[in-house]
Structure formats: C-alpha cells, structure tokens
C-alpha cells in the first residue's frame, strides 16, 4: 500500500468513490457522515452515474479507512476507485 492509495490527498482532483446507495435521500446520508470527518472540503455525488459515485476533496491528508468506517455507519459501502483504468 501507499500513501497515495491509502488515503485522500489534498490537490484539485480529489478521490473517487463508488457507492451502493442508489436513492438521493441516501446519498446526501452518506455526504452529511463524510462531511463531519476533521479535514474534508467537499463531497460531490455524481447520482447519473451507475453505481453511484462520489468525489471527496480534502484540505488535509484523510484515510480511505475513515471514510469507509463513515459510510458503513450510515448503512452503506464506500469502494476507492483506480485512478487508473484496469
């Protein structure tokens, strides 16, 4: 693992993750948990994409794991995607 694919560094493009929430009410659930983590700027949900996605823009260095811990306490899954197509 690396610094990079461990957490959510500061810069313009932020990190992108897919979600299994699907409804609006549930999206906003999950951006209201990841916006009350210590460093976070912004969370920008993508709802015409398939499955969902969101991009989180930080101010400080923040851990994948605690944004997964703050979805998963609001019924839901936060998977990191590749910055990279496989």
Known sequence: MSLE???VIPDNCGKI????AKNHQDLM??????LHIA????VMIDEDKFPREFTIHT????S???IEDAVNSVGFHA????????
Not at 29 to 34: H, P, R, S
Request: proline share 6%; no cysteine.
């Open 29 to 34: 659930k999950i951006k209201n948990a990841i």
């Open 59 to 62: 101010k400080a260095i923040v």
């Open 79 to 86: 998977i990191p995607k590749s910055p990279f197509d496989l």
């Open 39 to 42: 460093g976070v700027k912004d």
């Open 5 to 7: 694919s461990d957490n």
């Open 64 to 66: 994948v794991k605690e």
């Open 17 to 20: 993750f897919g979600t299994n």
